[in-house]
């Protein structure tokens, strides 16, 4: 991964918390942001080219044909669960 890069992602990063950034800055941002995720989601990709998973018959099978082997149907009634801000998670509410 480029040091630069994750310098400068880096740089606008703080610069976004403390100034602000302009339109060109943020378009800057958003296209770095997608260069560095799909650098990451590269080597993702090939850490997973070197894992193996032992089977319970004893074979070993690489782990992207064993996970589409296993991998679930998806279900479309799965509600999603409600989360509560974290703002105001674990906070007593006031009383008069």
Known sequence: MDK????????????????GLNAEEQAEQKQLY??????????FDNTLDNVSIKQE??????F????????????AAKPKAKTTPAKTAGKPKKTP
């Open 64 to 75: 992207k044909s064993a996970a589409k082997k296993k991998a679930p149907a998806k279900s």
């Open 57 to 62: 018959d004893g074979s070993v099978v690489p």
């Open 4 to 19: 630069d890069l994750i310098k400068r992602i880096n740089e606008l990063a703080k610069k976004k918390k403390t100034l």
């Open 34 to 43: 997608a260069v560095y995720l799909a650098e990451i989601r590269e080597q």
